[in-house]
């Protein structure tokens, strides 16, 4: 283990900007395609694009504000004392692999990582479970750090208060070794986008790396029939099974006639009123044209067409 920054003066600008030196904690399970919230093309764009401001949302506010609480509140369950690191740190022989710890418990080869988490996600940390994408960030942050073990304190707004012990698992510790350096080497040196999720998220960060074609241009393909024709067939089967849900839709629809709902065979169904209030942007452009040319917003986009050649 070795520092590769401290982190007491650093703004939080630079500190966004040293993390594009290696995979952190919270991108290992990303590379490993196992966290719900992200994705190895989004791990791939946050390290070869210059843009930080996508690093932040609400949610990761929230969670930087009451980490010291969280912290705080570790010491108070456990008896533990624990201290900042103040540091980002990288691992000698896998200089890929950064950490910046929440917490290291004094008198422990460990360290603590807080969490903060909405009461809907609570389930996930019943009867002693741990997330997975969590479980994988405290073993890469055990790998750098040579640890034995890494706590995990959680928030749950409005619920609860829960800690885990995670003990370290070498062979997990080995596949991760494997997996972000492949991924650094094969991806990130080489600029090469990783395998797609189909992800929501996927296609919006792609969208943003290739916001523009160029007009006129035609690359020749090959390589895609199996593809292009799978999706045929997916498009074909999406359709029917479309269909057939709208069909069933319709006969509750029938059922219901001018009732709001219905209750029985262990569902409830509903058919309310609904009222929308929305702007006649025909009859606007129509009668107001130049207020309406004012108020118009062009939106830059791609769009995906497979026809037969």
């Given at each position: 283990?070795?520092?590769?920054?401290?982190?007491?003066?650093?703004s939080r600008e630079e500190w966004l900007k040293y993390r594009k030196n290696g995979i952190g904690g919270s991108d290992a399970a990303a590379?490993?395609?196992?966290?719900?919230?992200?994705?190895?093309?989004?791990?791939?764009?946050?390290?070869?694009?210059?843009?930080?401001?996508?690093?932040?949302?609400?949610?990761?506010?929230?969670?930087?504000?009451?980490?010291?609480?969280?912290?705080?509140?570790?010491?108070?369950?456990?008896?533990?004392?624990?201290?900042?690191?103040?540091?980002?740190?990288?691992?000698?022989?896998?200089?890929?692999?950064?950490?910046?710890?929440?917490?290291?418990?004094?008198?422990?080869?460990?360290?603590?990582?807080?969490?903060?988490?909405?009461?809907?996600?609570?389930?996930?940390?019943?009867?002693?479970?741990?997330?997975?994408?969590?479980?994988?960030?405290?073993?890469?942050?055990?790998?750098?750090?040579?640890?034995?073990?890494?706590?995990?304190?959680?928030?749950?707004?409005?619920?609860?208060?829960?800690?885990?012990?995670?003990?370290?698992?070498?062979?997990?510790?080995?596949?991760?070794?494997?997996?972000?350096?492949?991924?650094?080497?094969?991806?990130?040196?080489?600029?090469?986008?990783?395998?797609?999720?189909?992800?929501?998220?996927?296609?919006?960060?792609?969208?943003?790396?290739?916001?523009?074609?160029?007009?006129?241009?035609?690359?020749?393909?090959?390589?895609?029939?199996?593809?292009?024709?799978?999706?045929?067939?997916?498009?074909?089967?999406?359709?029917?099974?479309?269909?057939?849900?709208?069909?069933?839709?319709?006969?509750?629809?029938?059922?219901?006639?001018?009732?709001?709902?219905?209750?029985?065979?262990?569902?409830?169904?509903?058919?309310?009123?609904?009222?929308?209030?929305?702007?006649?942007?025909?009859?606007?452009?129509?009668?107001?044209?130049?207020?309406?040319?004012?108020?118009?917003?062009?939106?830059?986009?791609?769009?995906?067409?497979?026809?037969?050649?």
């Open positions: 283990m070795k520092k590769l920054v401290s982190t007491r003066n650093l590379v490993c395609g196992l966290n719900p919230y992200s994705s190895p093309i989004k791990v791939y764009y946050d390290k070869t694009t210059d843009e930080t401001s996508s690093y932040d949302n609400e949610a990761m506010r929230q969670g930087r504000d009451l980490e010291g609480y969280v912290a705080e509140r570790f010491m108070e369950e456990t008896g533990l004392k624990v201290r900042r690191a103040n540091a980002i740190f990288y691992d000698e022989a896998y200089p890929v692999m950064l950490a910046d710890a929440d917490r290291l418990v004094v008198g422990e080869n460990a360290g603590l990582e807080c969490k903060t988490v909405s009461p809907y996600s609570s389930g996930q940390w019943e009867d002693g479970k741990i997330p997975i994408h969590y479980q994988i960030q405290c073993h890469h942050y055990m790998s750098v750090f040579q640890a034995e073990a890494w706590y995990i304190a959680a928030l749950i707004f409005g619920k609860g208060f829960v800690v885990r012990k995670i003990q370290r698992d070498d062979q997990v510790i080995r596949d991760l070794r494997r997996i972000e350096m492949d991924f650094w080497e094969n991806h990130i040196r080489k600029k090469v986008f990783p395998e797609p999720d189909g992800s929501e998220l996927s296609d919006k960060l792609i969208l943003q790396r290739f916001g523009r074609a160029e007009k006129g241009t035609v690359l020749p393909m090959s390589g895609f029939s199996e593809k292009l024709e799978r999706r045929e067939e997916l498009s074909a089967l999406i359709s029917k099974m479309e269909t057939e849900k709208k069909q069933i839709e319709q006969e509750l629809k029938l059922f219901l006639g001018d009732a709001e709902a219905a209750e029985g065979d262990g569902y409830r169904i509903s058919w309310k009123n609904v009222d929308t209030s929305r702007i006649d942007s025909e009859r606007l452009k129509r009668e107001q044209p130049e207020i309406y040319a004012g108020f118009q917003k062009i939106i830059h986009s791609r769009r995906l067409t497979v026809k037969a050649a």
